[in-house]
């Protein structure tokens, strides 16, 4: 009897011969290597440095009861040289693991991966984007001097955050969503205009912008004119009985409604 023994990495199949070269028998080795794949980390592969979030994955393959899976994360450019420790987990299965980046991680794009134990398998390496501390949230006013006419539109552009809500006078203008300009028409002299920027680290309130705005005039005439005369209002010449109406720029930029009845 002689003891063979063969390590092999892929399926392969194996023939014993004797002194002769003569098929004796054969046997075939089927080889499976197991693999771990990250399939997700936090919300939409966002982190929050110091914050759990799990870190999803699956397994083909057999992986022993004795298996730790070790997450880690990557330095700034990607690299594993030296790699930090997030998270481990006393598991063979497919599931999730808990990981903490450390609180000073500073934002940007990382990588992690998962290494399994028994047997020494490493996963692909995943890229996530690390935020750190509360968004800083700014917002605009697409009128430069914060001064209208009323009825004008103005937009006001957020930046800063993830997602945004916006408030007039304290008044939620909709719901939170990923849409950072609000334009409305509706504003009134002094309201102020603000906007809440949530991001994976949390929410914060941005400046807020006090809009003047001044009235549009309205006047109402009654003239009387001899026949073959005639009365100019704005751009407009009049010679006959009836009423009319026409809008002019004041003095200060906003619009005067004039209603003449002849």
Excluded: M, W
């Excluded at 450019?77 to 990981?99: C, K, R």
């Amino acid at each position: 009897t002689i003891n063979v023994t063969v390590t092999p990495t892929v399926t392969t199949k194996y023939r014993v011969t004797d002194q002769y070269q003569c098929v004796v028998d054969s046997f075939t080795v089927n080889v499976t290597i197991p693999t771990i794949t990250v399939d997700s980390v936090g919300s939409a592969n966002e982190v929050c440095a110091g914050t759990p979030a799990d870190l999803d994955h699956h397994i083909s393959g057999k992986f022993y009861v004795s298996n730790t899976f070790t997450a880690q994360l990557s330095d700034a450019a990607g690299s594993f040289s030296v790699p930090v420790t997030v998270g481990t987990s006393a598991d063979s299965l497919s599931g999730a693991v808990s990981i903490t980046l450390p609180a000073n991680t500073a934002a940007g794009t990382y990588k992690v991966r998962l290494l399994g134990s028994n047997p020494t398998i490493t996963s692909n390496e995943f890229s996530i984007n690390v935020y750190n501390g509360l968004p800083i949230v700014t917002l605009t006013s697409s009128d430069l001097d914060s001064t209208i006419c009323a009825g004008t539109a103005v937009t006001f552009t957020a930046s800063g955050a993830n997602k945004y809500q916006f408030y007039v006078n304290g008044t939620s203008q909709g719901a939170v969503s990923t849409t950072n300009t609000f334009t409305t028409t509706a504003l009134t002299n002094g309201q102020q205009v603000k906007v809440v920027g949530y991001a994976i680290c949390g929410n914060t309130n941005s400046n807020s912008i006090t809009t003047t705005v001044k009235p549009n005039k309205i006047f109402i005439q009654t003239l009387s004119i001899c026949q073959g005369s005639s009365v100019t209002v704005g751009l407009n010449t009049y010679t006959a009985t009836g009423t009319y109406t026409d809008v002019v720029a004041a003095v200060d930029g906003c619009d005067s409604t004039i209603t003449t009845s002849l």
